[in-house]
T-cell receptor, first 113, second 114 residues
C-alpha cells in the first residue's frame, strides 16, 4: 500500500522569504502523480502544483516549485516570495493508476509580516 | 466554470435523523468523489463514482449511502449516524478517474451529529 509522510506538522516563514515543505512517499509503482494541495481556513482544497512521475523536470507554477527526487521518493514544495495569503494547511498527495488520492498528514504554514 | 458546489454548508442532526448532502458540478466531469475529513486530519476517501456507477467503496458503514442520479449530481444520504461521524464532508470531481485528471474540490459540508 502507498503511504505519504509529511514530517513537519508546522512551519513558519516571514513575508517575502522562501520556505520548503517536505514530503516523502512509499510505493512500488513506477507510474503515478504527486500533488500539493492547499487548504486555507475556509476549508476549500485548492490544487497548488502537480508532478508526473515519468517527468524528470521539476514542476513550477509561479512562486511554487517542487523538488522531485524519484529514487529517494521525495517531493518537496518550495514557496518563494511568501505572501500572507499563503498561510494554510498544505497536503502532499499521491495518486496511482487505481485513481485513489492518498494524502499526507499536512503541514500548517504560518506567514508572518 | 470550474466550481463544485455543496449544500448545505453546515448541518446539525440527531442520531435518529435522516438527512442528505448534495454535491453538484457542471464541468462535464464523469468521476465524483466523497471524502471525510476530521479536524486536523487529512481527507479520507469514502466513495468514488465513475460514469454514475459506484466504483470504489472504502468499507464505509451502511449508515452512509451514496447516490449519483446523473453525471452532474452526487448525494450522500445519512441515517442513524454516530457522534464520531461529525466531520467535514468534501465532494470532488474530475474528468475521469485516471490519475492524470485533477480533482476539483467543493467547499465542504460541516456535519455535527448530536
Amino acid at each position: 500500500a502507498q503511504t505519504v509522510t509529511q514530517s513537519q506538522p508546522e512551519m513558519s516563514v516571514q513575508e517575502a522569504e522562501t520556505v520548503t515543505l517536505s514530503c516523502t512517499y512509499d510505493t512500488s509503482e513506477s507510474d503515478y502523480y504527486l500533488f500539493w494541495y492547499k487548504q486555507p481556513p475556509s476549508r476549500q482544497m485548492i490544487l497548488v502544483i502537480r508532478q508526473e512521475a515519468y517527468k524528470q523536470q521539476n514542476a513550477t507554477e509561479n512562486r511554487f516549485s517542487v523538488n522531485f527526487q524519484k529514487a529517494a521518493k521525495s517531493f518537496s514544495l518550495k514557496i518563494s516570495d511568501s505572501q500572507l495569503g499563503d498561510a494554510a494547511m498544505y497536503f502532499c498527495a499521491y495518486r496511482s493508476a487505481a485513481g485513489k488520492l492518498i494524502f499526507g498528514t499536512g503541514t500548517r504554514l504560518q506567514v508572518f509580516p | 466554470d470550474t466550481e463544485v458546489t455543496q449544500t448545505p454548508k453546515h448541518l446539525v442532526m440527531g442520531m435518529t435523523n435522516k438527512k442528505s448532502l448534495k454535491c453538484e458540478q457542471h464541468m462535464g466531469h464523469r468521476a465524483m468523489y466523497w471524502y471525510k475529513q476530521k479536524a486536523k486530519k487529512p481527507p479520507e476517501l469514502m466513495f468514488v463514482y465513475s460514469y454514475e456507477k459506484l466504483s470504489i467503496n472504502e468499507s464505509v458503514p451502511s449508515r452512509f449511502s451514496p447516490e449519483c442520479p446523473n453525471s452532474s449530481l452526487l448525494n450522500l444520504h445519512l441515517h442513524a449516524l454516530q457522534p464520531e461521524d461529525s466531520a467535514l464532508y468534501l465532494c470532488a470531481s474530475s474528468r475521469e478517474t485516471g490519475m492524470e485528471w485533477e480533482q476539483f474540490f467543493g467547499p465542504g459540508t460541516r456535519l455535527t451529529v448530536l
